[in-house]
């Protein structure tokens, strides 16, 4: 794990740009949503667990093997002055066979979920957590999503950081099941998601049971002349959600990669597609993958805006008359994206300012612009891209007693699927409008 004293660079505290476009690439793991997610019942653990078992082994040998088949090139990783020597994919695949001997696979829970998936949740052994020094009150545990079948589609690694206060500093199938299907959390603190190597994917932090931020990584590719080789940047982005529906977002830098690296750490940051493989984990056949995409569907909101306010304060118009001016945030769901299991929800963000001449006159909009766009709710899988753009217009009536907007949501999916094949829809479009009086 890398320790590093990062160049933080604030994007926007509370003040947004007047377009915005999302595009939410591979991040975090996958959790089908079900009207029936009980645990199974001990006997019926018994009798599936042996298969289970088996393909999870089988599978985790053909990632290690996967990795061992790819060239591994020398590469680096610099951040704060340090630098990691790396060598493909021998580092890669060490790693996941480290993991493979060290699944627990006696404390195995399956949690059943729709259209004939299921989750499995593994604690992984202390050994690993202390070999990668990891905090000494952290916690691993492997996932894997499984067909009816029994096959193995992805798999993925958990680690939590409870918070200093938290009692229980275990996770169970439960709580990885509230944490990727965007319920609220009996567990407090920081969760990474790596992959089956270690790599760094994203990160998210709880506080009081419900999501305070959220970050996933971004890269800027750079050619190094006098090595000859395709370097990269990469950032974290971190957005901190508010309680009044604001968010404020920081961009902070990590390090840099150069072609082949890998390192022995957990949270590498070294590209899935970097030499040594074994990373992408997807094991979607393109009928499965169809499948999930003809099952993706978009359902537009129809509930009503929501508010946040700032301080009421006194000011002068353009006419040099004092007036009463109170800045107001606006929320309103665009509406909800059914991929791959999860469901997504999208909301679009608006700042706005009101004002009114006296206390016996009506509040007034003299500002009301697009902010931007927060996804909340489940997490799609790591094979599955859901990409949305958010286009609005808005405009104050004359009288200046109603604000509107005028939004376009754009959206579609791809699934990758075994080799790294890529399984895409047709873009999509909804509009939904929405109206914000001043005064209510």
Request: charged content about 20%.
């Amino acid at each position: 794990m890398y320790s590093t004293k990062p160049y933080r660079q604030k994007i926007a505290l509370k003040t947004y740009s007047p377009k915005h476009l999302i595009t939410y690439s591979v991040i975090l793991l996958w959790i089908m949503l079900s009207s029936c997610h009980k645990m199974l019942a001990p006997e019926a653990l018994e009798v599936k667990m042996p298969e289970v078992t088996a393909n999870l082994n089988s599978w985790l040998t053909a990632q290690i093997q996967l990795a061992n088949n790819k060239p591994a090139a020398t590469g680096i990783v610099q951040a704060s002055n340090s630098t990691h020597a790396g060598s493909g994919g021998t580092n890669r695949s060490v790693n996941i066979e480290l993991l493979k001997d060290n699944i627990d696979l006696n404390s195995a829970e399956i949690v059943p979920l729709s259209k004939g998936y299921s989750i499995v949740v593994m604690p992984v052994n202390d050994q690993v957590r202390q070999l990668k020094k990891l905090d000494a009150g952290s916690s691993l545990v492997f996932v894997a999503c499984i067909n009816a079948k029994n096959e193995v589609k992805w798999a993925n690694i958990v680690y939590y950081k409870p918070d200093t206060h938290e009692s229980v500093k275990k996770l169970d199938a439960v709580a990885v099941e509230k944490l990727l299907s965007g319920k609220p959390s009996d567990r407090n603190g920081v969760f990474y998601f790596l992959s089956i190597s270690g790599r760094r994917q994203s990160r998210a932090e709880y506080r009081n049971g419900k999501l305070y931020s959220n970050s996933v990584l971004s890269a800027g590719s750079e050619n190094d002349k006098k090595t000859n080789q395709v370097c990269i940047d990469w950032w974290e982005i971190t957005t901190i959600h508010y309680t009044d529906g604001s968010t404020e977002t920081f961009k902070e830098y990590l390090g840099q990669t150069c072609s082949g690296c890998e390192d022995l750490n957990f949270m590498s940051l070294c590209p899935s597609n970097d030499s040594g493989g074994g990373d992408s984990s997807c094991s979607y056949s393109e009928e499965e993958a169809l499948q999930i995409l003809a099952d993706a569907s978009f359902t537009l909101s129809s509930k009503q805006p929501t508010y946040s306010y700032g301080s009421e304060y006194e000011a002068e118009d353009e006419n040099g008359i004092q007036v009463s001016r109170w800045p107001r945030n606006s929320q309103l769901e665009i509406g909800s994206y059914y991929i791959g299991g999860a469901l997504l929800t999208y909301t679009a963000n608006f700042t706005g300012v009101l004002e009114r001449s006296s206390s016996a006159s009506p509040w007034r909009w003299i500002n009301f612009a697009y902010a931007n766009t927060v996804q909340s709710g489940g997490t799609p899988s790591p094979c599955i891209n859901p990409e949305t753009t958010t286009t609005c217009s808005t405009s104050i009536d004359p009288d200046g007693l109603k604000a509107r907007a005028n939004i376009t949501f754009d959206y579609k999916g791809t699934v990758v699927c075994v080799g790294g094949k890529m399984q895409g829809q047709a873009p999509k479009s909804d509009t939904r409008n929405g109206y914000f009086p001043a005064s209510f």
